[in-house]
C-alpha cells in the first residue's frame, strides 16, 4: 500500500515539495517532532517486556535506538544549525508520527516481550551478522546525508552529488537505511524486523526512483549514466 501510494503522488517534502498539502513546518522541527516516538515510546515499553533484561534482548534494542537518536535528536539539530532547514508539510508529519508510534509499539514489544531467544545457540552469530549490515548501513546513511546537507548549506541551488556511493546510486542515503533494518531483520530473526524491513523497502524504494528521475530531468547529459537509483548496478 505504501509503494503504490508513494509511487503514484511522490511523497511532497524535500525535492518534491509543492503547495495543496496544508500549512507547512520547518524541516528540522518535523523530523524531531514525526520521529519522536521510537525513542520516547520505546524506552516506556522495553521495560515492561519479560525479557527486558537478558543480555540479547537489550543488545538488539540498542541498535534501534542509535539508528533513532541520530534521526530524531542529531539530524534535526543538523538541519537547523546549519541552516538547511526547509518547509516540511504537517499533514506529511502528522502520517509519520501515526506510523512510527505503531511501529515503536510493535518493535519494542517484539523484542522485549514476545522474542524468547533463550537456548538459541545461533543468536549471536546472527546478531554480529546483522549489526555488521546494520552498522555499515548507517555509516553510509549518516555520511550521505552530511554530503547532502554541506551541499544545500553552499547555497548555490541544487547540484549533482559527487563523492563516495553517489558515484554508484543517486540516493546512497536511502540504500544505507535499506541496509540497517535488513541488519534489524537478520539480528532480531522476527516477523517484525521482517515487516518493518519490508515496509522500509517499499517507501524508500520508490522514493529513490523518483528522485533520480528528478535529477536526470533536472541535469539531464551532465548527470552520470551509470547512477542506479538506490541499489548498485541493479536499480
Not at 25 to 49: K, V
Not at 56 to 83: C, D, E, K, M, Q
Not at 168 to 192: K, Q, R
Request: net charge positive; hydrophobic share 45%; with cysteine.
Amino acid at each position: 500500500m505504501a509503494a503504490i501510494s508513494w509511487d503514484s503522488d511522490k511523497a511532497p517534502y524535500g525535492k518534491h515539495h509543492r503547495r495543496g498539502w496544508g500549512p507547512n513546518l520547518s524541516s528540522s522541527l518535523a523530523w524531531f517532532l514525526m520521529e519522536s516516538p521510537t525513542l520516547w515510546l520505546t524506552l516506556i515499553l522495553f521495560r515492561f517486556g519479560r525479557h527486558s533484561s537478558d543480555p540479547r534482548n537489550l543488545a538488539l534494542i540498542l541498535p534501534y535506538l542509535l539508528h533513532y537518536f541520530h534521526r530524531t535528536v542529531i539530524y534535526p539539530l543538523r538541519i537547523s544549525h546549519g541552516g538547511a532547514s526547509s518547509a516540511f508539510p504537517a499533514s506529511v508529519a502528522l502520517m509519520a508520527f501515526a506510523f512510527n508510534l505503531l511501529n515503536a509499539y510493535v518493535q519494542s514489544r517484539s523484542v522485549s516481550n514476545y522474542m524468547d531467544y533463550d537456548g538459541d545457540s545461533w543468536f549471536w552469530w546472527r546478531w554480529l551478522v546483522g549489526a555488521a549490515v546494520f552498522g555499515g548501513g548507517m555509516t553510509v546513511n549518516v555520511r550521505s546525508d552530511l554530503a547532502l546537507l554541506r551541499l544545500k548549506r553552499e547555497g548555490k541551488g541544487y547540484r549533482v552529488p559527487r563523492g563516495g556511493w553517489f558515484e554508484v546510486v543517486s540516493c546512497p542515503n536511502y540504500t544505507g537505511e535499506l541496509a540497517e533494518w535488513l541488519g534489524w531483520a537478520v539480528m532480531t530473526w522476527s516477523w517484525a524486523g521482517l515487516g518493518f524491513f519490508l515496509y522500509t523497502c517499499s517507501n524508500l524504494v520508490p522514493r529513490s526512483r523518483a528522485n533520480h528521475q528528478w535529477y536526470l530531468e533536472k541535469f539531464g547529459k551532465n548527470y552520470p549514466s551509470g547512477r542506479k537509483a538506490v541499489i548498485p548496478f541493479l536499480f
